[in-house]
Nanobody, 123 residues
Framework: VQLVESGGGSVQAGGSLRLSCLASGYSANLYSMAWFRQAPGKRRDIVAAIGTKGGTAYAGSVKGRFTISRDNSKNTLYLQMNSLKPEDTAMYYC??????????????????WGQGTQVTVSS
């Protein structure tokens, strides 16, 4: 399993970024996926999840601003982030469930993670 994130960067508050995660080493359509984030000194928290059937779930802090999506034909997971706030500053990680199947829920356990991409939002 290999997960490679891209698209992070620095942006001013109110701006947008789109993160991508290229997956390889398995059949993407069989596994649910998610985005996590971790700010300095804080625990890693789930931001959004998407199941194999397309169902989604979002943390309350990002609901209405972030959109998770997937393109199985490209083995790619996305996170569109709009109306960014300084508190969104964190390392963002792509994650794949360790077990196959539909799981569009905000779980914290049972994932493989990528190396992360940094998102910095300035006020």
């Amino acid at each position: 399993v290999q997960l490679v994130e891209s698209g992070g960067g620095s942006v001013q508050a109110g701006g947008s970024l789109r993160l991508s995660c290229l997956a390889s080493g398995y059949s993407a359509n069989l596994y649910s996926m998610a985005w996590f984030r971790q700010a300095p000194g804080k625990r890693r928290d789930i931001v959004a999840a998407i199941g194999t059937k397309g169902g989604t779930a979002y943390a309350g802090s990002v609901k209405g601003r972030f959109t998770i999506s997937r393109d199985n034909s490209k083995n790619t997971l996305y996170l569109q982030m709009n109306s960014l706030k300084p508190e969104d500053t964190a390392m963002y990680y792509c994650a794949r469930r360790t077990s196959s199947g539909d799981y569009p829920f905000l779980g914290l356990l049972g994932y493989y993670w990528g190396q992360g991409t940094q998102v910095t939002v300035s006020s």
